[in-house]
């Protein structure tokens, strides 16, 4: 794992040459996003240079890490409001080839409908990930097998509780999501994991050099051969 410990601008700028460098190569390519507010200031940057004409996403393919369960088509907290609102209207990627997790894509006969489309589209070129404060990748809990795909998974009370800063009351937070799983992040070719903030502190010094265990769901990351974690000074202070 290569990490590059930078501050939040930087980091922003430094992952969205990541991007310009892979569109350029390849127009087509198939990318993973991800929500939070850790990705903010890349979504900031990567409308700023498509608006400048630097890259392009007209003919990308996205593929969204999750989405909260039994929230209403249209919600605010929706992770589908918030890649249109983020990312997506400030960008020129078709709308019809940005994909977002739901219960149809784990509820067809083998219940691998997402990891297939993911498949078909060619397979995930560069997935962007955060990191939940407990080592969480996507929705993958602790102990959320490193074979996984695709899944409807339940949120526990820490991760339920981080984010109710976006809801009304802890009570509206949904208490389960569709996530891609382990093994679903773990083929894509490359992967870029942002981690800002002392909260990142200790999820990160395990995920870097901790033992790999499903304890972790992040520490998977040392198996894979291309990753590139970016950290500000707070997130990679125990690094
Ligand atoms: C959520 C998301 C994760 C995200 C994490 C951290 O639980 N499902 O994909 O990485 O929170 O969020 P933030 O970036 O706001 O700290």
Redesign the pocket.
């Known amino acids: 794992m290569k990490v590059i410990v930078q501050s939040p601008e930087q980091i922003a700028k430094l992952a969205a040459e990541q991007y310009r460098a892979l569109l350029g190569e390849k127009p087509n390519a198939v990318l993973g996003l991800?929500?939070?507010?850790?990705?903010l200031g890349l979504y900031r940057e990567l409308a700023r240079l498509n608006k400048a004409g630097a890259l392009s996403f007209a003919r990308a393919t996205s593929f969204n890490?999750?989405e909260y369960d039994g929230l209403p088509a249209g919600h605010a907290q929706s992770?589908r409001t918030f890649m249109d609102e983020n990312l997506f209207s400030h960008i020129d990627i078709p709308i019809e080839r940005t994909y977002i997790p739901g219960r149809a894509d784990v509820s067809d006969a083998d219940g691998q409908g997402y990891d297939a489309a993911i498949a078909r589209a060619g397979g995930i070129d560069l997935q962007l990930?955060?990191?939940?404060?407990n080592g969480?990748?996507?929705?993958n809990e602790p102990c959320t097998p490193f074979g996984s795909r695709t899944h409807l998974a339940e949120?526990t009370p820490s991760?339920r509780e981080?984010?109710t800063r976006f809801f009304s009351s802890i009570g509206e937070v949904p208490t389960q999501?569709i996530?891609m799983g382990i093994r679903t992040v773990m083929n894509a070719r490359a992967i870029l994991l942002?981690a800002?903030?002392a909260?990142?502190a200790e999820a990160l010094r395990a995920t870097v050099s901790g033992p790999v265990t499903e304890l972790v769901p992040a520490s998977v990351l040392q198996l894979h051969p291309n990753v590139t974690i970016y950290a500000d000074s707070d997130a990679a202070k125990l690094l």
């Open positions: 991800a929500t939070g507010s850790t990705p890490l999750d992770y990930l955060g990191i939940g404060n969480h990748i996507g929705f949120l991760t981080a984010n999501a996530t942002i800002l903030g909260a990142k």
